[in-house]
């Protein structure tokens, strides 16, 4: 059965014009943008599991209903797509005449995701050029209209396909995601790291499961540890874009594919959030002005 539907996401992926034998060039220099999308922006972690997609789709929203740009949000974690639960979203993408697919929509946020096509439960057995070939067809075989913004929910870790995206995408710029422990500081470093090598702007870190506030006294806990982002930050000379607390309500309203930025918006979180999305459309236009301006200040 899982084979069956494993089988029948690679011929909606044919039928859409994927051949199987297009492949990410190891040596693509500068990536290309997506014709209509102004701005494709990475969410990153070094390390899975920190909150980098639960990150990502609290953005997205963000962006699009509270800074009321148009967002597409690409899940980029072919092993793991998550978004399709998290912005509550079943079912195939149609396929238009010109053989693209149609993002699916909700929360005001057009979505693509390796999820849509494959069974919920089939294990994704695909080697590395099965999967870049798959993230192409996501990226560039999608109809995704006019965008301000293309929010990519990377895959965690910095190998092949992480690569492979940072190279073949224009990317304006990445959003690390850390928690606050060493040992996912020091993979959010290597993230960080791999970007600059590729020469994509970093647009911050982003503190996720800062601290855990007891629901009965408020006392706050530091699990993870405390200000070892901020430190990080600093040391890789990144924005520190805000920290967002551990709390079941993230998780859940998460699991109900109805983001907390929108479930509970006058929350302390979905501030956080929206904080951290005025941010970076802040960051974006600077970077837009620097890349206007930089030609003339060398004439
Ligand atoms: N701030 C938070 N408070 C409570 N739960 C959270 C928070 N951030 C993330 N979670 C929960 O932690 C789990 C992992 O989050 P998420 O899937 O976003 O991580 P990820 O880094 O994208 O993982 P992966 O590496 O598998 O892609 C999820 O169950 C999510 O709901």
């Known amino acids: 059965m899982a084979l069956n539907r494993l089988i029948s996401a690679g011929r909606l992926l044919r039928r859409s014009g994927w051949t199987g034998s ?39 929203v963000a962006l699009a209903n509270a800074c009321h740009l148009k967002v597409g949000l690409l899940d980029a974690d072919i092993y793991g797509p998550s978004i399709p ?73 910095t190998g092949d396909a992480q690569l492979s995206i940072s190279q073949r995408l224009q990317l304006s710029g990445a959003l690390i995601v850390s928690t606050p422990q060493d040992i996912a500081l020091i993979d959010a470093r290597r993230g960080a790291n791999m970007f600059r090598k590729v020469e994509v702007p970093i647009l911050g870190l982003i503190e996720n499961m800062s601290c855990f506030k007891c629901p009965h006294c408020g006392e706050k806990s530091y699990i993870f540890g405390n200000g070892g982002a901020q430190r990080t930050a600093d040391e890789l000379d990144m924005k520190f874009l805000g920290e967002i607390p551990l709390e079941q309500d993230i998780r859940s309203s998460s699991d109900e594919g109805h983001p907390i930025v929108l479930a509970a ?27 206007r301006l930089g030609p003339e200040i060398l004439l």
């Not at 979203?89 to 929360?107: C, F, T, W, Y």
Request: net charge neutral.
């Open 22 to 60: 297009r492949r990410f060039s190891a040596h693509a220099a500068k990536g290309s943008s997506i014709d209509g999308i102004k701005d494709i922006i990475a969410v990153a972690s070094g390390k899975g599991g920190v909150g980098k997609s639960t990150t990502a789709v609290n953005l997205a």
């Open 85 to 157: 639960t998290m912005m509550n979203l079943q079912g195939k993408p149609e396929v238009s005449a010109d053989r693209m697919m149609i993002p699916v929509e909700n929360h005001g946020v057009r979505c693509m995701s390796i999820g849509f096509l494959v069974d919920k439960d089939a294990p994704i057995v695909w080697r590395g050029p099965m999967v870049m070939s798959a993230l192409e067809k996501l990226t560039r075989g999608v109809a995704w209209g006019d965008l301000d913004i293309l929010v990519v929910d990377m895959p965690p870790g």
């Open 265 to 291: 918006p006058n929350s302390s979180v979905a501030k956080a959030y929206t904080d951290v999305a005025e941010k970076v459309t802040k960051r974006l236009t600077e970077l837009e002005e620097e890349r």
